[in-house]
């Protein structure tokens, strides 16, 4: 494939499974249980590629200038969070309270949201998702192996991220319809932030490495801010133990893209 294929290919795959995500929860298949064990996986898995792979490979590329960029990407993601106000956070699971709060379908009404509140999350959303596009473009820049390796770590989340977008929207007082194209604007966004950096990159690699460490600091915010209260406050006994096996799962498919020759 080109310099463009396998990494637009990978994102879709990635986007794709944000659509899943939603179509799940219209169609009310997805326990929560099932999204809080799924969303500790991904959890543990990204933020052992964050702190892994992308902040050393980050510190390597830009030795002077890398703490600053990935501070500012930390703290970028905090004011967007911020911006939604009291609706739930972008990357929060969303999982029945354990009094009553729930319609039984894992779907949150103890605090029916606002149309603006849903649209705010759905803006910082977006946001993030774009950020998943940029990292795995980029991380193709770097290497084959760190391109497949974020890919993977952003897919796993990928799937409780379109799962709270369309339950938001439902909370919001919208229909299923526009809940689950809430979820397919996510997977738009990370194609667009994918297609934005390999043509970034054709036109200055330098800015790819500023894009980069920037994203570096968004995935820091999401994984440690954004997933894990989310996980650790949903009362599931296994989820921190999940979040551990998936930092090691990271480390396992570390070692094999190397073993297979992805360098």
Same mark, same amino acid.
């Given at each position: ?92 699971v969303l999982v029945p309270a ?69 339950? !938001? ?44 460490? !920037? ?36 480390? !396992? ?6 073993? !297979?020759?992805?360098?």
């Open positions: 494939m080109g310099t463009w294929g396998l990494p637009m290919v990978l994102c879709a795959i990635a986007a794709l499974a944000d659509v899943i995500g939603g179509m799940l929860t219209v169609l009310r298949k997805l326990s929560p249980r099932q999204t809080v064990l799924v969303t500790a996986l991904g959890c543990g898995f990204l933020l052992g590629a964050t702190v892994l792979d992308r902040l050393p490979d980050a510190m390597e590329e830009l030795p002077g200038a890398a703490p600053l960029w990935i501070l500012a990407g930390y703290l970028g993601m905090l004011l967007l969070d911020r911006s939604a106000g009291r609706a739930p956070a972008p990357n929060q354990r009094e009553g709060a729930s319609d039984g379908h894992g779907h949150l009404h103890a605090e029916m949201l606002s149309q603006r509140a849903g649209l705010a999350v759905l803006a910082g959303m977006l946001v993030h998702t774009l950020m998943d596009g940029i990292v795995i473009a980029g991380a193709f820049q770097v290497s084959r192996s760190a391109g497949v390796l974020m890919f993977l770590a952003i897919t796993l989340h990928k799937l409780p991220e379109g799962f709270s977008m369309a339950t !938001v929207a439902l909370a919001a007082g919208e229909t299923r319809w526009r809940a689950f194209t809430s979820s397919a604007l996510l997977a738009v966004s990370t194609l667009a932030g994918a297609a934005l950096t390999l043509w970034l990159g054709q036109a200055d690699a330098a800015a790819v490495h500023v894009v980069m460490a !920037v994203a570096t600091g968004s995935f820091l915010f999401i994984s440690t801010t954004g997933l894990i209260p989310g996980v650790r406050n949903s009362g599931e006994r296994m989820a921190p133990y999940i979040v551990v096996a998936g930092v090691l799962f990271f480390l !396992v498919s570390l070692y094999l893209v190397r073993a !297979v020759g992805l360098q």
